[in-house]
Each structure stands twice: as structure tokens, then as C-alpha cells.
């Protein structure tokens, strides 16, 4: 692999910089080098035939597990890496809910060192409170210094109202956020998936709408009582939707990030293979689908469309996977046994690009969405990423808009299989993905690249 | 196997009726033709149950695995009785007494039990869609026998049955089901059952113990369109020819759904005063097992007007048509 890449060709798309054209990209050294209209080859250059596709900035994930420490028999920090290189993402930031937890300095920086060498550029976000338990804050200072870019007790929502306070002030310092979980957990009560008809139908504990929806209001509160910085994770509902709205027309400082799977399916998708019929149809043995079992739970049609819209006009900032991965057993039983979540990562873009051939979102915002609005999230902790600006890292991404495939589980280099999309047809696939000038992932045909 | 083997009055099952069906998980999906075959069928079961030698050789060669995840007295007893008439070779499985206390997975017990041959396991889980689940996975017949608080079908079958043989049909009789909605499988059940069956019916809860999306009614093209709603016993019983109570479990209480059983008894339970609103002749009955002075007083559940024990002995009947209906419908000799 030589230092300097020149993908020629591509529909080049980079949000930060208005670009939507064709032309071509250069990358030496690790950096963006120049984006612009036929760049001639220079000498030493590996040359990328890019004609027909998609080029953007690497893709960027706030929201993802990777399992370890303790839970390496799901992912650990280089399958999820691989699996992050797949789906084009070329950053992303790992939740701290591992075993032990990621809640001091030390375990920030054990889990830099292991990302080193890997695909995929890895951010922790470290815990807001000691072991996620919500009693004591972190040390969330010496975290920062570390290379902590937020605060989350992810899976645990920071139930306590006061603490969620301190947490706010305190961190308001750090030009980081606080990234909340948002669910009354009195409400939650052992739900397994949305209260609804589908809830009721299958005789399972429903995960009201409300549980979300106070939790968000009770965080813009916060954040407007603090001045601190509230983000806030996989949100589900549209009153939710239409909260964050309001508090971002006065001015709180509050951003929200929605999951593909949150954009596009809805609770019926555990009814798996009853069909559109509904309620009408009787239950088949494909019913009590455990891959779409997620927290927060699949909503409804009405909810999926405010978050589209949502995220459209920048209500929700970002997209951003909440990639679940688990092991096979942790699914292959009855709903109420089966762990929450989905592996995401690889199916991500296309997920979020079938809003795009539906004509639901533009192409430059779902990219936005992706690259430059979480790089802008992430805009304190000086990574340089999320556009295709000289100087930035050469984190690229290229896809083919229109390619179908069938998801294929098995073939994911995620150790989580998990997948509600297992079988479908979609459309979008990365072929090509490049983290500071190095391929790291490619399905690209040979005679393209040229060395 | 001989399709009547001892039992002359048995309907076979058609290719219309019956004969594709492999897993018995709720009466969803039912037609109305296939449980009158159910219902016909266990009066032919009934005539061999009164015989002086209670035994026909028609699952003879069959293994019957009764798989119990959670506490049953009548249920279990009633599939293995209705086995061992139809002379299948019927093995119980329960969770105090098997590797489940190890741990091991419902996936890999099914597993274990499939590869001893099983042709039909009924199975009963405390998680709603275990059944399901077993027959997305295994190759034998899957009978639900009560899972979570999704579905009971034998038991809506055998309260079809009840009513049925007390009433002549069930088509426009009005059925009360009083009581815990939300948390009842037998209830979810009944409600296919005797919708399909034609039969008025009525829910009568207090407003924490049904299903949110229940309580404010059905919409016209829903399923359950002609059921109604109320939160009031007195005008649910009135005309009422079956009222059904269901069990109360003391937990409501504690989790903050109702304030005392005592009140939930003042209000729901079923007492002399409520069943001089129904009609005279109506039926009482409840799936069991009861809290007397609870849900039903006692001098109701031992009364007249009760079926409550008769209630279980056609469940013995009613299932012994299941096995028959699952067996005969899945590939006759072997």
C-alpha cells in the first residue's frame, strides 16, 4: 500500500463542504490531501477506478457496544472494529456498559491501547456514574484528558433527577456531553417491547411511550436549569421528537440521535412473518421475532415518521446504530429471556439509505447525519474527521447507492448476529472503506484499483 | 392408524378441516368449522370416558411428552389422562425434576425431548410465545397448554365445549368474562374462541387490569369488534347466560394495580346479589384454580348454577379430541 490513494470518479458528497459532484479524491499520508476536479496521478499512487459511486467522509457512530472487557463471547473491540470497516464507519464510540465498566481513566486508556492497530478509529465514552450504578459521579475530568468524548450510564438511564443535575454542571466544562438513556425505569416494568396492540396481542409486557417521553422532558429541564449539554440516545417517539423541537427553538442546549432501526421498522416487525395483515392474521411459529426485541422498543408508523422528520430537519441530529451485538442463545429463546438489541453496524447504511430511494430524506442530509453532525458532536475532542477537507483525516467511505443484497446474518464479521433484517432484500452497499489512507475494507473488483 | 380406532362416532378430519394443521398455539387461527369439529369430536371422547374400560388403541404407538415450566394440577393431568386413553405412550416432564434445574435452555430441552421421538409435545411456560418458539425449532406438534399470558386454547375449548353442551350452541349466548384481562391467557383465548363461535361477549375489568389498548373499545373492523367493555359487574351480568370469573393472583395488589382484594371483591367478585341480574338458568365458571371469597364466593363456586367441575372433566374429553385432531392430522401410521 503506497502513502498516497487517488479515488477518481466518485459522486463525492461531502456535507461540510457543500459538495455534491463528481470529481476526484486525494488522500497522502493519512490526510485528505485535495477534493477536487480531475487530479492528475501522481507518482506512488494507488488509483481507485470510483466511477458509478458514492464517495463521502467515513462514516461516524456515536452510539455502539463493543463488548469488551466481559463480554467477549459477543464482540470484542476487534470484531466490532471489522464490523464498523464493513459497514463503512470509520469512527466509532463505544458505550461503557462492559464488565468492569469504562468508568475511570484507567480503563479509558486500556481501551485506546486496544484500539490501536485496529480498522476503525475507537472513542470511549466513559461513565457518567462509578460502575453506571447512579450514585457518584465519575472522574469525569481525568477521563476527558484521557480521551473520554461523553458520559453515559447507556443501558441504565441516570434515574436520579438531582445527580443528573450534578452531572450536567459538572461536566458543562468539559465541552462534552452527557448522553442519556432516557427511561423512567418505574415505567419499563419488565417490558419486552412497545405498549400497543402488538404488546397486548402477544401477551407481553408493553414499554409505554411515556417512559421515554417524561425522561426527555425531564432532561431538557435539566439542561436548561444547567446550561449543560444533554444528548440524547436512540430516541423512539414523537412526542419525544416534538419535545426536542421545542427545547431546540429555545435555545437548550440539547442534541438526539435516532437509530436506522428506530427510523425504519415498527413494533409489527415481532410479528415477523404474520404480514402486513395485522392484527387480522392469526400467529404463526414466526411470531415473538427476539432479533427485533430493542431498547427503547420498535414503535409505531406514526412515531417512525416524526423521527424521519425529525432527523430531516435537524431535530435529530444524528443517526447514530446503538450496534447491540450478542451471542446466539441471548436470541434463540422465548421473548421475555432474550437480551435487547440489535447488530447494526453492517446494515446501518443501508437501512438509513432506503429513506433516501423512498424519498423521505435527501441523500445530503442522511450523509450529514452519518459524517459531519456527529463529527461536530465530537468537535471538542479535536479528531478532525467527518469532512473532506485538506488537513482531515482520510477516513472514506464509497458505496454503490443502488446495490441489492440479501442480508445474510451468518456473513457478518460482527460476532453478533442478531439482525431483524436477516433475509430482506435491501439496497446501499459499502464497497470500499478507507481509515487514515489505508484500505481497512474492500469488495471493490481488482482491475479498479490500480497500483 | 385406523382414523376411528374404538371410537365409531369420531369425525376425521378433512383436508378442509384439520388436516394441514401441525401445532395447536391458539385458537387465532381456527375456523369456526374446525372448532365444531373439536366440539363434536369430544362428545365421541365423552362416550369413550364413560365407558367401563377406558381405553382406545387410536394413538396407540404415539409418544405424548407433557413439558411443564410451571405449576398445573388439572391441565397437565388432563393431557396425560387424555393420552393414556387414546393409549399414547405419555411422558411428563416438569422443571423441579429435570435438567431445567441445571439451567439448561427451553431450546435445548425441546431439543432433547424431540430426539427421543416425541410426535407432539404440550407444552405450558411462564413466557408468552414459548410455544411458538418451540415450533419455529422442532419437527413434533407443539400443544400449547398455556403460555405467559398469551393463550390457553384447550381450556377455551373445553369452556366452548361447556357451554355448548349446557346451551345447545354458543352462537348470541352472552358470556361475561370478569376480572384480571390483562394478565389471562384463558381470557385472550376465549376471546377467539367464542367470537369466532358467535357469542356476545363481554369484558368486565377494573381499568388497570386489562389491556391499554382494550379500554377503549374495539374498532369496527377489529376482530373482537363485537365485544364490549365495562367496568361495571352489575351491568355486565345483566342477561348474562355464562358469566366466567377469572383467578385473581395477590401480586395486583402489591404491584399497585388495585388498592385491596377486598375491594376487588366488592366490586368484581361474583356473589348471589350479581347472579340475580344474569338470567336464571345462567352458567358459572371459572378455569381455576380459584380464590374463593375472592373472585367467586363460595356458596357460588359449589352452587347450582356452577360447572366448574364439570368444566374440568371435559377438559379431559376436549384434549383427548386435540391429540386425536393433532395425531390424525400429521401423517396417520408411521
Known sequence: ?451 | MNPHAGIPSLKPATSEIFASRKHILDLDDFTPSEIQLVLDNTVAMQEVIRRSVRKVPALRGRTIVTLFHEPSTRTRVSFEQAGKILSADVINISNSASSVKKGESLYNTALTIQAMQADIIVVRHPHSGSPNFLARHLSSSIINAGDGYHAHPSQALLDLYTIQSHFGGIKNRKVVIVGDILYSRVARSNLWGLTKMGAKVVLCSPPTLIPPDFINGFPKNHPFASVSITHNLSEAVKDADVIMALRLQAERQSRGRLPSLREYSKLYGINAEILKLANKDVLVMHPGPMNEGVEIDTEIAHGPHSVIQEQVTNGVAVRMALLYAVASANGGDK
Not at chain 1, 400497543?196 to 417521553?213: D, H, M, N, T, Y
Not at chain 1, 392474521?281 to 421475532?289: D, M, R
Request: with cysteine; glycine share 8%; charged share 20%.
Open chain 1, 1 to 451: 500500500m503506497k502513502d498516497k490513494v487517488l479515488i477518481k470518479g466518485a459522486r463525492v458528497v461531502c456535507p461540510a463542504n457543500g459538495i455534491d459532484s463528481k470529481m476526484d479524491v486525494l488522500l497522502e499520508r493519512g490526510r485528505i490531501k485535495d477534493t477536487r476536479v480531475n487530479i492528475e496521478v501522481p507518482k506512488d499512487t494507488t488509483t481507485i477506478n470510483a466511477s458509478g459511486l458514492v464517495l463521502t467522509p467515513g462514516f461516524i457512530d456515536l452510539h455502539c457496544h463493543l463488548r469488551e472487557p466481559g463480554f467477549e463471547y459477543k464482540e470484542t473491540v476487534a470484531s466490532g472494529s471489522a464490523a464498523a470497516a464493513k459497514g463503512g464507519f470509520t469512527t466509532i464510540c463505544a458505550m461503557p456498559n462492559t464488565n468492569p465498566v469504562t468508568d475511570n481513566a484507567t480503563s479509558i486508556q486500556s481501551l485506546l491501547d486496544k484500539a490501536e492497530g485496529q480498522p476503525a478509529r475507537i472513542l470511549p465514552i466513559g461513565s457518567a456514574t462509578k460502575n453506571s450504578a447512579g450514585k457518584e459521579l465519575t472522574e469525569m475530568a481525568e477521563m476527558v484528558e484521557a480521551g473520554a468524548v461523553g458520559f453515559s450510564d447507556d443501558g441504565n438511564p441516570i434515574a436520579s433527577d438531582i445527580l443528573m443535575r450534578h452531572a450536567l454542571e459538572y461536566s458543562s466544562v468539559l465541552g462534552v456531553p452527557i448522553i442519556d438513556h432516557c427511561e423512567v425505569p418505574s415505567l419499563f416494568t419488565n417490558g419486552q417491547i412497545n405498549e400497543g396492540w402488538v404488546a397486548s396481542r402477544l401477551g407481553l409486557q408493553g414499554i409505554p411511550a411515556a417512559a421515554e417521553e417524561q425522561m426527555v422532558n425531564r432532561n431538557i429541564a435539566l439542561a436548561k436549569l444547567t446550561g449543560g449539554w444533554v444528548h440524547l440516545a436512540h430516541i423512539s417517539t414523537k412526542e419525544s421528537v416534538e419535545s426536542i423541537r421545542k427545547a431546540k427553538e429555545l435555545g437548550i442546549k440539547i442534541t438526539a440521535e435516532a437509530t436506522p432501526h428506530h427510523l425504519t421498522l415498527t413494533e409489527e416487525a415481532i410479528l415477523h412473518g404474520t404480514g402486513s395483515g395485522g392484527i387480522f392474521k392469526p400467529l404463526t411459529e414466526e411470531a415473538y421475532n427476539t432479533m427485533a426485541k430493542v431498547n427503547p422498543p420498535l414503535r409505531t408508523d406514526v412515531d417512525v415518521e416524526a423521527l424521519v422528520d425529525g432527523l430531516a430537519d435537524g431535530t435529530i441530529d444524528i443517526i447514530a446504530t446503538d450496534h447491540a451485538p450478542h451471542a446466539v442463545v441471548e436470541k434463540l429463546c422465548p421473548m421475555q429471556e432474550a437480551a435487547f438489541g440489535i447488530s447494526n453496524l453492517e446494515t446501518a447504511l443501508a437501512s438509513a439509505l432506503s429513506l433516501v430511494h423512498n424519498k423521505k430524506l435527501s441523500l445530503n442530509r442522511m450523509i450529514e447525519s452519518l459524517t459531519s453532525s456527529p463529527a461536530l458532536l465530537l468537535e471538542n475532542s479535536n479528531h478532525k474527521i467527518g469532512q473532506l477537507t485538506k488537513g482531515f483525516s482520510a477516513d472514506v467511505t464509497l458505496f454503490d447507492l443502488n446495490g441489492d443484497w440479501n442480508v445474510d446474518a451468518s456473513q457478518f464479521v460482527s460476532k453478533g448476529k442478531n439482525s431483524p433484517l436477516h433475509g430482506q432484500k435491501l439496497k446501499g452497499k459499502v464497497v470500499l472503506t478507507i481509515y487514515k489512507g489505508q484500505i481497512v475494507y474492500s469488495e471493490l473488483k481488482k482491475d479498479l484499483v490500480s497500483k
